[in-house]
């Protein structure tokens, strides 16, 4: 089993819609919780963290953090075109240097 | 800053031969990633530096893969001889010391095809 899962998608929405991307992972320890986006053909970049539980708000972003049930989630609300990228969420240990990756989510917002 | 520059960004060479990949990480980061990514297995950590000096290399795949950080501001990923199977998007990434929450910085990404 891998250490953290993450439905690959691919997810495709209208501009404007609500969406919901979800990672679950196995490891207790882990404590920071990020959120990559990498657009095609480029290197992955820093969406947001949330360290341990609950919920982090940036403009139309929200990340949330169920730590009992080892599941995260990022929210885009408002989507648009310009979101079409793959979502990768990333976790690591508090001492950690090393951080665990989903495969990722291919998300198409259509306009 | 220009952030973490690899060379070079596209990369076609024939089943056997060597290939280099280069990296220069952001000043002052003082580990530096080498993941690779396929479409099967996504973002796969292949080995990592701390201060120069290898820490994990249980992701390098065989002996045919070996890496290199020779001072703060450069390193390689070689592999020799090359495969089919090695085609892959290989990134760079680096980050500061300190909490998490810094996360990596990747650079573009070396897109490797061996025929």
């Known amino acids: 089993q891998k250490e953290v899962e993450q439905d690959p998608g691919p997810l495709s929405v209208p501009e404007g819609a609500i969406v919901s991307l979800n990672c679950t992972y196995s490891n207790s320890a882990f404590q920071y919780f990020m959120w990559y986006r990498q657009y095609s053909r480029k290197g992955p970049e820093l969406l947001m963290y949330t360290y341990s539980s609950g919920n982090k708000e940036d403009g139309r972003f929200t990340a949330q953090v169920d730590k009992s049930s080892k599941y995260i989630s990022l929210f885009i609300r408002d989507s648009q075109p310009s979101d079409s990228a793959t979502y990768l969420c990333a976790m690591s240990e508090v001492t950690g240097n090393q951080f665990y990756f989903g495969t990722g989510t291919s998300l198409t917002v259509i306009p | 800053d220009a952030g973490v520059i690899q060379s070079p960004r596209h990369e076609v060479t024939e089943m056997g031969q060597e290939v280099t990949l280069r990296c220069k990480p952001i000043s002052g980061h003082n580990s530096l990633f080498w993941y690779r990514q396929t479409m099967m297995r996504g973002l796969e950590l292949l080995i990592y530096f701390n201060n120069n000096v290898p820490i994990d290399d249980s992701g390098m795949p065989e002996d045919r893969f070996s890496a290199k950080m020779p001072n703060a501001s450069f390193s390689t990923l070689k592999i020799q001889p090359s495969e089919p199977r090695d085609s892959a998007v290989y990134f760079c990434?680096?980050?500061?010391?300190?909490?998490?929450?810094?996360?990596?910085?990747f650079g573009s990404g070396t897109r490797l095809t061996v025929v």
């Open positions: 990434a680096s980050r500061p010391s300190g909490l998490p929450s810094y996360g990596y910085t």
